[in-house]
């Protein structure tokens, strides 16, 4: 039944425009309306003929009870006993205009009555106060009839009770109220209607235009596509409007931002986001796909503002998960590093051999000789103690690569002789080079400008755990940005990272946390960055 009932809802729905749908509600609101006015109008009546009918029923029968003739007659009434009675009674029901008026004894038996077949019957009824001697008013069902009576009794002289009167009419029928109401109930429908077609008409044009013409059932199925659409896609989509308030946010983006289920609504500020992300997310983004570290991944962010003829509506950011990606990138860059050195070791050979070659030729053999000494001498220096102290080639690789860029650039690069490091496995080496090659890295931009720059390398392999100590001798890191230096999550393509870090170092401590590790700064007469994570 339910589902036939949604069925024609439907169908109704899809059939109907919204301005009909309109004035169909105001039509049964109208109807509604109607029935109570009727009903409210109909008791209304009905408490005005009481008022009314009962004080002019309850003034007719007192003014015939304090009649003279009649407390003079009414102790010796009895049934046919005469006319006086009967015609007094008479008298007082057509100048009151009343349906009718009995008199009875003092033991409520009728000896007159306007209705004869009522003489001989008592008139008392259980609710009447007439046999206290007081005055009553109150409706009464008699042989199918719904009366309103007046009961006063007739006192002697003596104050004694010797008869009552009563006098009254019958109830109007519902139709009889009808009939009454009828015209004004009519008119306030006319005028109703009227009003109700008028207003749907012109309210359903305000809201089609408010909607762009579209139906309620374009809307609904509007909304449904944008549901199944919003969250149908991988990448987290979140909008926020001109005052900071979130107001759609997919499951991806509530997942990747870390916000509470119930975030739509709240701003930003309530929800303790981030300063970098409700950067992001609030300001004209200068070029595409920048990078934050939230949490322990790296999120790219696309904004979009979103404005109209009339107003700004905020904007739309897209954004999604490239932590592995980033991290394959540092490796990559690594790698093209190490390709790099290698060529220019390979030009810096061949420098040599043209140099060996020109000595040849001079006949300066001792010269050749003290020569190949020296450059092997310093290079199997350099190979011996790295290989010796580090057995995992991939780094072993990594620091013959940092030493040679460090030599050309002036920068005196030595490996601590306490340095050790055991081969270990494919991820466990690829991290390694990720959290070594951006110490360096940084550290070498630091001593950039130092007159002997020089960098330290310590590795230390123990019980599982994997040590990496780099120091330099450059300005040091400024006291309010070491809390923010791994933070900032700014890839190298955004140059407004304060503090002259990049994104390594936040993505280092990403590394090292992933393995239940992490990596501190100090300032030792230069930097000196520790890196821990489990291998």
Request: charged share 20%; aromatic share 4%.
């Given at each position: ?5 949604s ?109 004869p ?6 008139i ?5 106060l ?24 007739v ?9 009552i ?47 762009r ?53 709240r ?33 790219v ?90 057995a ?120 090292c ?5 992490d ?17």
């Open positions: 039944m339910s589902f036939k009932a069925h024609f809802g439907n169908y109704f729905a899809r059939k109907i425009s919204l301005a009909g749908q309109y004035l169909i509600l105001q039509l049964l609101i109208i109807a509604v309306v109607l029935i109570g006015v009727v009903t409210v109008s109909l008791i209304q009546s009905t408490n005005n003929f009481e008022t009314v009918e009962g004080r002019r029923s309850l003034s007719a029968a007192e003014s015939l009870a304090a009649n003279p003739l009649m407390r003079e007659l009414m102790p010796q009434a009895a049934p046919e006993m005469g006319s006086a009675l009967p015609a007094m009674a008479e008298t007082t029901r057509s100048i009151s205009g009343l349906q009718f008026v009995t008199l009875a004894d003092e033991q409520g038996m009728i000896v007159t009555s306007t209705f077949d009522e003489v001989g019957t008592s008392l009824h259980p609710q009447s007439v046999e206290r001697g007081r005055g009553w008013t109150g409706e009464v069902h008699r042989n199918g009839d719904h009366l309103l009576i007046a009961q006063v009794p006192l002697a002289d003596d104050g004694q009770m010797v008869g009167v009563s006098a009254g009419q019958a109830y109007p029928s519902t139709q009889e109220l009808v009939q009454e109401i009828a015209p004004s109930a009519l008119i306030t429908l006319v005028i109703a209607v009227v009003l109700g077609a008028t207003g749907s008409v012109l309210l359903s044009r305000r809201v089609k235009h408010q909607t013409g579209m139906e309620p059932q374009e809307i609904a199925e509007l909304f449904e596509h944008r549901e199944a659409l919003l969250h149908g896609v991988k990448e987290g989509i979140i909008s926020v409007s001109p005052d900071s308030r979130i107001m759609l946010a997919n499951d991806i983006a509530i997942e990747l931002l870390q916000l509470p289920s119930n975030c739509v609504g701003t930003l500020a309530e929800l303790q986001v981030a300063p970098q992300v409700s950067h992001a997310l609030t300001t004209n983004q200068q070029q595409p796909d920048r990078q934050f570290l939230i949490g322990e991944r790296v999120v962010f696309n904004r979009m503002p979103v404005k109209t003829a009339r107003k700004d509506l905020g904007s739309v950011t897209t954004f999604r998960d490239r932590t592995e990606l980033t991290l394959l990138e540092q490796e990559l860059g690594d790698s093209k590093a190490t390709a790099d050195m290698l060529r220019a070791q390979t030009h810096e050979f061949a420098n040599h051999l043209h140099a060996i070659s020109g000595l040849i030729q001079l006949e300066e053999y001792h010269e050749v000789v003290r020569f190949i000494d020296g450059v092997s001498f310093s290079r199997s220096k350099v190979l011996e103690n790295v290989l010796a102290q580090i995992e080639p991939t780094i072993s690789a990594l620091l013959i690569a940092k030493s040679s860029v460090c030599a050309e650039r002036g920068i005196h690069f030595e490996v601590s002789e306490h340095t050790k490091l055991d081969r270990g496995d494919e991820q466990t080496a690829r991290d390694l080079t990720t959290v070594i090659g951006n110490l360096i890295d940084n550290a070498m931009d630091a001593v950039a400008q130092s007159a002997a720059p020089r960098i330290s390398l310590s590795i230390a392999d123990d019980h599982g755990w994997v040590t990496v100590v780099v120091s330099d001798n450059g300005i040091g890191i400024a006291d309010e940005a070491m809390s923010e230096i791994f933070t900032q999550g700014f890839s190298t393509k955004d140059t407004s990272v304060s503090g002259g870090r990049g994104f390594g170092l936040a993505l280092s401590r990403l590394v946390r992933r393995r239940e590790g990596i501190e700064a100090v300032n030792d007469d230069g930097a000196r960055f520790t890196a821990t994570l489990r291998k």
